[in-house]
């Protein structure tokens, strides 16, 4: 049975940093793309970042890039989402989702491409 789980949400202030981590069992972070999303109430949920696992083509949303970085550690079979410079517009429930074939073209923005999802990790910036 495939298990995603995020960890390393939290409250911070304006500026701040968080990272977040994804977590496979039962699935190898290998060959494939893991993405990160957040959804904040009253809004769709919308694509943070992507990676493709194996190669390291990173992929970012325009509201997040150059403050937003996603990494992987293949021997721990993690994913990270470090998050700098956080504003209260980051405030958001993230969500690690897993196995899509690719995330070229913009699929790793695509929900419906994502074989597994995670249950989401709080994060609540305050000013």
């Known amino acids: 049975q495939v298990q995603v789980v995020e960890s390393g949400g939290g409250s911070v202030q304006v500026g701040g940093s968080l990272r977040l981590s994804c977590v496979a069992s039962g699935y190898i972070f290998s060959d494939n793309c893991v993405g990160w999303f957040r959804q904040a109430p009253g809004k769709e949920r919308e694509g943070v970042a992507g990676i493709y696992t194996g190669g390291g083509s990173t992929y970012y949303g325009d509201s997040v890039r150059g403050r937003f970085t996603i990494s992987e550690d293949n021997a721990k079979n993690t994913v990270y989402l470090q998050m700098n410079n956080l504003t209260p517009e980051d405030s958001a429930m993230y969500y690690c989702?897993?196995?899509?074939?690719?995330?070229?073209?913009?699929?790793?923005?695509?929900?419906?491409?994502?074989?597994?999802w995670g249950q989401g990790t709080q994060v609540t910036v305050s000013s």
């Open positions: 989702a897993a196995g899509a074939e690719s995330c070229t073209g913009g699929y790793w923005e695509v929900e419906s491409e994502y074989n597994y």
